[in-house]
């Protein structure tokens, strides 16, 4: 009975997540890591590991959520498969390295992080700051490069590299649609690798709550998946209704109060 409660639980974050990252269009991880560590929290799951496990869980939702979204783009012909295979590499090993440092921190100090970066982000919403198009694109080690910065540090915070990828994307000559549909499949390696060291990185720690896989959480996984892809066209729908400045400047200001309440 407990599990069947906890379940319905996540799949009430999953509703509110994919609602949400439909509402503004972001990907999810900004919404489900700080929502996870709070219900880690209220399980009573060890504050040195919740963070740990909610960056781990976010990623393993992200390749499933993420896929249909790149499948889409794909079939649209959106995707940019040259440079797509150019970042490849260093998103890889990126992803790698980001977990393993991760996995170095201590639990505060990688939500301070994450604070930050969300603190960030929001300023970067408020003052509606878009991505400078460009006209060059760098070569295949500049790419690769990119590809390592934006793997790792999408990895570290359990996001799936978006944030980054459409704004370097549009720097090296991208299109917005192509943009947005590389950087959808570019997600793809970040999260599968992510997750996959983060269950490594975790395996059989001893602070690990049950129906945790090291650093992924099972059942908040298959809640997450199961109500946020259906909610996330209810939030695409309201996001057509609702002015775009004041979505904005709402969603900055949710991930400001967000950021604060990680460093404090």
Not at 6 to 27: D, Q
Not at 176 to 181: H, N, P, R
Not at 217 to 233: D, E, H, N, Q, T
């Amino acid at each position: 009975m407990t599990l069947f409660i906890t379940l319905l639980g996540y799949l009430a974050l999953g509703a509110a997540a994919g609602t949400m990252a439909g509402l503004f269009g972001v990907g999810g991880g900004l919404i489900i890591v700080p929502a996870l560590v709070f219900a880690f929290g209220l399980q009573g799951v060890d504050a040195a590991i919740a963070m740990h496990l909610a960056v781990g869980t976010s990623l393993a939702t992200i390749l499933v959520t993420g896929a249909s979204s790149a499948w889409a783009h794909y079939q649209r012909g959106s995707i940019q498969r040259s440079w797509f295979l150019s970042l490849l590499p260093g998103l890889v090993l990126g992803a790698i390295a980001g977990v393993f440092v991760a996995g170095a921190l201590s639990g505060g100090l990688l939500g301070t992080l994450f604070g930050l970066f969300v603190i960030l982000v929001a300023a970067k919403m408020a003052l509606g700051l878009g991505p400078k198009p460009g006209t060059v694109a760098p070569g295949r080690l500049g790419m690769g490069v990119a590809g390592g910065v934006i793997g790792g540090v999408s990895a570290l915070f359990g996001i799936g590299g978006g944030t980054l990828s459409v704004p370097w994307l549009s720097r090296c000559g991208a299109s917005m649609t192509q943009a947005v549909g590389t950087s959808a499949a570019c997600g793809l390696p970040i999260a599968l690798f992510g997750a996959a060291t983060f269950i490594v990185v975790g395996w059989e720690h001893p602070l690990l709550p049950a129906w945790a896989t090291g650093f992924v959480m099972w059942p908040a996984f298959l809640g997450i998946v199961i109500a946020s892809v259906p909610f996330a066209r209810v939030g695409a729908r309201l996001a057509h209704v609702l002015p775009a400045n004041v979505l904005r400047l709402a969603f900055a200001a949710l991930l400001t109060a967000v950021g604060l309440r990680f460093l404090l």
